[in-house]
T-cell receptor
């Protein structure tokens, strides 16, 4: 398996634009997590899904952020409109039957100008 | 408030030396504790996972210990290598599945 796949790897956009980050979890994994990492705040859990259903989105910073998982092999994290303070590295992770061992993707480095 | 505190914030050691990283937590009730290694520009990679009933877990030169009574964990690295230079993150999960609290990490630099 190729591991967790994220795209794009880098995204530079202007304030106010819509940004969509994509994730393909490891095949057969039941859990999918979206994280954000910054120097100031470290690694933060934004939302996680179990069997494509959002379970906990309490980490989503505000209504500008939304996440979907239309099927077991694909998830998106959307920011609309984007702001400079959204600049961060966004990680997607997945885990199997146990949520314990999460496998992280390479991340998407987002820069909002 | 549930917290995970790691120390030291950064550490520099010489290649071949041992080191120990600390993690103190207040998450309760506790489910499991994980240590991750994150190389610069990459996603975190799991090193060890321990439940409350486990005292120690090894992964090669990495050994994690857990004292659930004092809510402390340590990660010991033996015979360090240059490739051990990374950030090490302690993550504690409460019994609410998926609700994890992350430490700020310890940045380890191994010098030749």
């Amino acid at each position: 398996d190729a591991g967790v796949i994220q795209s794009p790897r880098h995204e530079v956009t202007e304030m106010g634009q819509e940004v969509t980050l994509r994730c393909k979890p490891i095949s057969g994994h039941d859990y999918l997590f979206w994280y954000r990492q910054t120097m100031m705040r470290g690694l933060e859990l934004l939302i996680y899904f179990n069997n494509n259903v959002p379970i906990d989105d309490s980490g989503m910073p505000e209504d500008r952020f939304s996440a979907k998982m239309p099927n077991a092999s694909f998830s998106t994290l959307k920011i609309q409109p984007s702001e400079p303070r959204d600049s961060a590295v966004y990680f997607c992770a997945s885990s199997g039957k146990s949520y314990n061992e999460q496998f992280f993707g390479p991340g998407t480095r987002l820069t909002v100008l | 408030k549930n917290q995970v505190e790691q120390s030291p914030q950064s550490l520099i050691i010489l290649e071949g030396k041992n080191c120990t990283l600390q993690c103190n937590y207040t998450v309760s009730p506790f489910s499991n504790l994980r240590w991750y290694k994150q190389d610069t520009g990459r996603g975190p990679v799991s090193l060890t996972i321990m439940t409350f009933s486990e005292n120690t877990k090894s992964n090669g030169r990495y050994t994690a210990t857990l004292d659930a009574d004092t809510k402390q964990s340590s990660l010991h690295i033996t015979a360090s290598q240059l490739s051990d230079s990374a950030s090490y993150i302690c993550v504690v999960t409460g019994q609410n599945a998926g609700k994890s609290t992350f430490g700020d990490g310890t940045t380890l630099t191994v010098k030749p």
